[in-house]
């Protein structure tokens, strides 16, 4: 399942409850204080960020074995 990528801007424009809400349907938790704002958009963007980056690396391996097939 795909999921919308979120930019810094348009998470700060969210109330905390849609956070939350966007947070659960990522699979993610924060770790702090989950009373911030910040908190709930750092979370975020670094999930996105680690699923991205092992994207790239997927993407990387199959190119890998396209190339030696």
């Known amino acids: 399942m795909t ?3 979120y930019t ?3 998470l700060l424009r969210d109330n ?3 956070l939350k809400r966007i947070a659960t349907e990522l699979g993610v938790t924060p ?3 989950k ?7 750092n979370a975020i963007l670094t999930h996105q960020s680690i699923q991205l980056q092992k ?3 997927v993407l ?3 190119y890998v074995l396209l190339r030696f097939k």
């Open 60 to 62: 990387k391996g199959f």
């Open 8 to 10: 810094q801007q348009a």
């Open 35 to 41: 009373r911030a704002t910040d908190t709930w958009v």
């Open 3 to 5: 999921h919308p990528t």
């Open 55 to 57: 994207l790239d690396i």
């Open 31 to 33: 770790t702090g204080d």
């Open 16 to 18: 905390l409850k849609s």
